[in-house]
Antibody, heavy 122, light 107 residues
Framework: QVQLVQSGAEVKKAGASVRVSCKASGHTFRSYDISWVRQAPGQGLEWMGWISGTNGNTNFAQKFQGRVTLTTDTSTNTAYMELRSLRSDDTAVYYC???????????????WGRGTLVTVSS | DIQMTQSPSSLSASVGDRVTITCRASHSISSYLNWYQQKPGKAPNLLIYAAFSLQSGVPSRFSGSGSGTDFTLTITSLQPEDFATYYCQQTYSAPRTFGGGTKVEIK
């Protein structure tokens, strides 16, 4: 079955960087895109960006432009999200998620990782 | 960016009630609208994609409708396991924005 296994919780100081990994199994890695979504404590879902499994193209929400890098390692079926210049309001659970696409229905997220809590302390 | 506005932000309902949640897009998104359910401490779970297509394994009491800018998620007979927070998401254009969520609580 499809699984997305994320790396463990992180505690970082303000100004530092964090890298979260997301290892996929149970499907052909290159055939799907990976989105990253975060959720601050008690808040809603926030779409951060997306990376194509086919060609590595990326797209980010404007607020994360220049501060986030998304990559994939097809040899290990792992996606990575790096967020730099961390601030206290970056404290959140970060989810990786598999996107499925069909011509007539567009994109939808059908599998999610369990989330990685990133805590940023000042 | 396309803004997604959900209403209400929360509601109280009883088991067996019919519940309706609305989602409005700031621009037309055709039918590129998905609905997710999230329970505390868990990742979201896909309920509906492309406005009205029921994801495999999701009970038929969940249904979606709408196109353009106005969409609805309906739960026809609320069950105890349906108390959760529901989010809409548009995938018409990037960034693929989510609505603010609707928390369904027990009356």
């Amino acid at each position: 079955q499809v699984q997305l296994v994320q790396s463990g919780a992180e505690v970082k100081k303000a100004g530092a960087s964090v890298r979260v990994s997301c290892k996929a199994s149970g499907h052909t890695f290159r055939s799907y895109d990976i989105s990253w979504v975060r959720q601050a404590p008690g808040q809603g879902l926030e779409w951060m960006g997306w990376i194509s499994g086919t060609n590595g193209n990326t797209n980010f929400a404007q607020k994360f432009q220049g501060r986030v890098t998304l990559t994939t390692d097809t040899s290990t079926n792992t996606a990575y999200m790096e967020l730099r210049s961390l601030r206290s309001d970056d404290t959140a659970v970060y989810y990786c998620a598999r996107e499925t696409y069909h011509d007539t229905v567009g994109f939808y997220i059908d599998y999610w990782g369990r989330g990685t809590l990133v805590t940023v302390s000042s | 960016d396309i803004q997604m506005t959900q209403s209400p932000s929360s509601l109280s309902a009883s088991v067996g009630d019919r519940v309706t949640i609305t989602c409005r897009a700031s621009h037309s998104i055709s039918s590129y609208l998905n609905w997710y359910q999230q329970k505390p401490g868990k990742a979201p779970n896909l309920l509906i994609y492309a406005a009205f297509s029921l994801q495999s394994g999701v009970p038929s009491r969940f249904s979606g409708s709408g196109s353009g800018t106005d969409f609805t998620l309906t739960i026809t007979s609320l069950q105890p396991e349906d108390f959760a927070t529901y989010y809409c998401q548009q995938t018409y254009s990037a960034p693929r924005t989510f609505g603010g969520g609707t928390k369904v609580e027990i009356k």
